[in-house]
């Protein structure tokens, strides 16, 4: 920029580049020094050869692809742009690096005028000093770069701690964009105690205190930059994604960000690549190669600048279509154009700081011409070779030639841009901060010193530190900017979809912001309908290591793999999962059941042994006919009371066994029916007692058989026992002893209603519990001792003579009731819910109808069918 002193030139002058000083410079009481990256101003030529791009630089065209190798000689304007010259023998190859053609960066000195321009308005800020600048053009990456800064600083190069420059030194200095480059003009700030404001994105490198004790850098941190890529991750449900950094502190710092935030939310590394700064080698293309072969087609890439166009255009022209590669902002600037086209084979998504709007920038910048500012060398540049100011090959161009209403505000966006960059937003706040600092220093001079002390010292570099590090002001766009890293606010990003087409557009549209200052499920907005997927694609690319599970399957880990990649399992029987991605299957509760496809809980159905089903109510009417016929036996038994027949098989022990029969029938009804808490107590004590009564009733007129033929003379013992009726006592002592048995059973863990809701599917059956298993097998134990007793004395008796001698009838019944309950114990494990009751139910009619058959069908049919063997005589 020009000095605001310097008189008014007619655009009628001639300027010629070869003679003017590469320099912007703006005078001020107190300076700041700028270094920026302006001198590879240049535009694309037409191709002259296919494949191969040209520029030109300084009325020339330069064909890219040889830069790194060799630097252009003048060209006589009797030649034509296509016979291009390469003077070999005196190459400068560290010049003319391969840099991206772009006029943006002359953003960085407007935004720097406007700043400044803004501030020297406002006398009160800075009690009446000024601020001025001197711009120094650096290229980002040279070795050339300290040299440069040196001669800027002072003049000269070869005389080391004297300044060849007089007037006003700088009191402080601004680089950047690039933190490779601050980093390298730090070296030389810092042994001079210059204060150091960098205007590229937050470097982690540049945070040591250390190393840089006086830089500060001006953008916001990037602390949220990992959340913000992995919300817009899990925003497209992307789980599968591939890492690329650089070997630098940047890229380690950001990957151990990345992977504990991946980790956090279930996003798997299908990849990580970790790239050195020399370029495209065999080496690395071979890490390409792995990007291809991965089924990861998201990619996210983070590095500076510096190092983005090889991995650009490898991206491009090596990577299978169709992969996303989401990027921070500092990939932005150098991209070159022919990448990454709107519809092309990649999608660029890229988070850029947000920043509001500076009111009153783009007028300002619609104001800007060289007439306004004729000391400015790279404005001057810029003029010319946008609106063809001279036909002229040669340096020089003639003004006049130029259109007298140009303004920057016509040339295309791709070109350049009128909004404030993120960058040129920076070197603004940058400005206002060292005015604040400034301020703050002039107040606390005026407090410390007289007034003719501070006329003679002007304010110095080394005391600016103190008050730079506790700068905190409100800018004019309403955002807090804060110098001190330890204090610094969070970064908020927009989300920017490149567009290329047509080639050279390079339009970011905003798509979305991500701010870290929102509630956690809203930090993330987005309008996904304004990108523009790779060709081929109607929407989102897929990037998953497995397809979803869908509903009714849980996900299973393949082993040795990632968390992602897992196989889908069906869930198991009565579980169900009714959402995708689902790492485990509900079990559903027991008055539910899962449906077949796994996905949904259904009520039960209640189910239970009840008389309206065919089973219940074949067994009921088994039970009541039983106990009916047993009834009419008793009540032949009554009758006939007086027969031989009746009189001989002991007559109380036929009819308490008979009524111990009708008993153990009409308790089987007990299992039949809804249960509750009192049937579930009676059902095993009444069956336990009943059978108790009929067993010891057996054994009874068992031992009763025996005594009565073991007698041989009336005066022994025996005979004294059967006249006695001792026989008889061995009903209420078992009787008792079972009673018991079953007073223990109710006491410790008695019997309660169950459900069962794995016998049917789809129902939940109402059982009793037994409570205590060892108390039921107790009280069924005993009842086998029993009879295995009463057995075993029939089975002796059983060839004792007589007409009416039961032993053998005994005998039979009690095999046929020990058979019954032997079969049963299997059978009743095996079975489950209703027809493990029913097996119950079944075991006690058949053991009861046994022992009815064997004692007492022989002597009703003697009794109804053969009364002539019912006799004295035949006794």
């Known amino acids: 920029m020009a000095e605001v002193s310097y008189p008014y030139r007619s655009l009628a002058d001639t300027s010629c580049f070869s003679i003017m000083k590469q320099r912007a410079h703006l005078h001020g009481d107190v300076m700041i020094s700028e270094f920026f990256p302006l001198y590879t101003l240049g535009i694309y030529c037409s191709v002259i050869a296919e494949g191969e791009y040209y520029y030109k630089q300084y009325g020339i065209c330069v064909r890219d692809s040889v830069l790194k190798a060799c630097r252009p000689t003048y060209i006589p304007t009797s030649q034509k742009s296509e016979k291009i010259i390469f003077d070999r023998t005196n190459t400068d190859a560290s010049k003319y690096e391969d840099k991206p053609l772009t006029f943006k960066n002359y953003q960085f000195v407007l935004a720097l005028t406007f700043a400044m321009e803004e501030i020297n308005q406002t006398p009160a800020l800075l009690h009446n000093l000024t601020l001025g600048f001197d711009i120094c053009n650096v290229e980002d990456g040279l070795p050339t770069v300290f040299k440069n800064s040196f001669i800027c600083f002072f003049g000269s190069y070869m005389v080391p701690n004297y300044s060849c420059i007089s007037g006003n030194t700088s009191i402080g200095a601004l680089t950047g964009p690039s933190g490779v480059t601050s980093a390298q003009i730090g070296t030389l700030l810092d042994l001079y105690r210059f204060p150091q404001l960098t205007i590229g994105p937050f470097d982690q490198a540049l945070n040591d205190r250390r190393k840089f004790p006086g830089l500060y850098q001006v953008a916001s941190k990037d602390t949220s930059i990992a959340t913000a890529m992995v919300s817009l991750l899990l925003y497209f449900r992307w789980n599968w994604v591939g890492l690329l950094t650089f070997l630098d502190e940047n890229g380690l710092w950001i990957l151990h960000l990345l992977k504990e935030e991946m980790d956090k939310n279930k996003v798997c590394v299908a990849f990580e690549l970790v790239l050195t700064n020399n370029g495209i080698s065999p080496e690395t293309m071979g890490r390409y190669n792995q990007i291809n072969k991965s089924s990861a087609n998201i990619l996210i890439i983070y590095g500076a600048k510096e190092y983005a166009l090889d991995v650009m255009e490898v991206i491009e022209q090596y990577l299978i279509k169709g992969k996303v590669c989401i990027m921070n902002s500092q990939w932005e600037l150098p991209m070159k154009r022919r990448y990454f086209m709107r519809g092309s084979f990649h999608v660029p998504l890229a988070f850029a700081h947000h920043h509001p709007d500076v009111s009153g920038f783009t007028d300002f910048v619609k104001a800007v011409s060289p007439s306004k500012y004729p000391e400015d060398f790279f404005l001057a540049r810029l003029w010319f070779l946008s609106f063809n100011c001279s036909d002229s090959e040669s340096d020089c161009v003639t003004w006049e030639n130029c259109p007298h209403e140009a303004s920057l505000d016509w040339l295309p966006g791709y070109t350049f841009d009128m909004t404030m960059s993120g960058d040129s937003y920076n070197i603004y706040n940058a400005v206002y901060a060292v005015a604040q600092a400034l301020h703050e220093m002039v107040l606390h001079q005026t407090e410390v010193q007289t007034i003719e002390s501070r006329k003679q010292t002007g304010p110095s570099p080394a005391q600016l530190h103190p008050f730079l590090k506790n700068t905190q002001f409100q800018n004019a766009a309403g955002d807090q900017v804060i110098l001190d890293d330890k204090r610094k606010m969070e970064a908020e990003y927009d989300i920017v979809n490149i567009w290329n087409f047509p080639q050279g557009l390079d339009l970011k549209v905003k798509i979305g912001k991500f701010s870290p200052f929102a509630l956690h499920d809203h930090q993330l907005s987005l309008s996904e309908d304004l990108v523009e997927w790779a060709i081929g694609t109607t929407g989102p690319v897929h990037s998953v290591c497995s397809e979803s599970c869908g509903p009714g399957f849980r996900k299973s880990l393949q082993e040795g793999k990632a968390a992602c990649c897992f196989d889908c399992t069906p869930c198991s029987e009565n579980e169900m999962a009714n959402g995708t991605e689902m790492e485990q299957c509900v079990k559903c509760p027991d008055h539910q059941y899962a449906n077949t496809e796994r996905n949904q809980c259904l009520l039960r159905a209640a189910n239970f042994l009840h008389y309206g089903e065919p089973v219940g109510m074949a067994l009921a009417c088994m039970a009541l006919g039983l106990s009916t016929l047993t009834a009419a036996v008793l009540g032949v038994f009554v009758k006939h009371h ?234």
């Not at 249960?675 to 059902?683: A, S």
């Not at 009733?697 to 003379?713: E, N, Q, R, Y």
């Not at 169950?754 to 039921?776: P, Q, Y």
């Not at 493990?836 to 058959?853: D, R």
């Open 642 to 875: 007086n027969t031989p027949i009746v009189k001989a098989n002991n007559q109380a022990l036929s009819y308490i066994l008979l009524l111990s029969l009708i008993f153990c029938f009409l308790c089987s009804l007990l299992f039949i029916g809804h249960p509750n808490t009192v049937t579930c107590i009676l059902q095993q004590t009444t069956f336990g007692v009943a059978f108790t009564v009929a067993v010891s009733a057996v054994l009874a007129k068992t031992v009763t058989v025996v005594l009565a033929f073991k007698i041989t003379s009336p005066g022994r013992r025996m005979r004294w026992l059967l006249v006695s009726g001792a026989p008889n006592f061995i009903i209420p002592i078992c009787t008792l002893i079972q009673v018991t048995l079953c007073g223990i059973w109710l006491g410790t863990s008695p019997p309660f209603i169950d459900t069962d809701t794995h016998s049917e599917h789809g129902h939940i059956i109402f059982l009793c519990n037994k409570g205590s298993l060892t108390a039921f097998y107790c009280v069924l134990g005993y009842l086998g001792s029993l009879a295995l007793a009463s057995f075993t004395v029939a089975f002796l008796a059983r060839n004792l003579p007589d007409t009416f001698n039961e032993a053998k009838f005994l005998t039979f019944s009690m095999l046929v009731f020990c058979s019954v309950w032997l079969t049963f114990l299997p059978v009743y494990h095996s079975a489950k819910g209703k027809v493990m009751v029913a097996v119950e139910v079944f075991s006690i009619l058949a053991s009861s109808a046994g022992l009815l058959g064997c004692i007492f069908v022989p002597k009703c049919y003697i009794i109804l069918i053969r009364p002539d063997i019912n006799s004295t005589k035949k006794l």
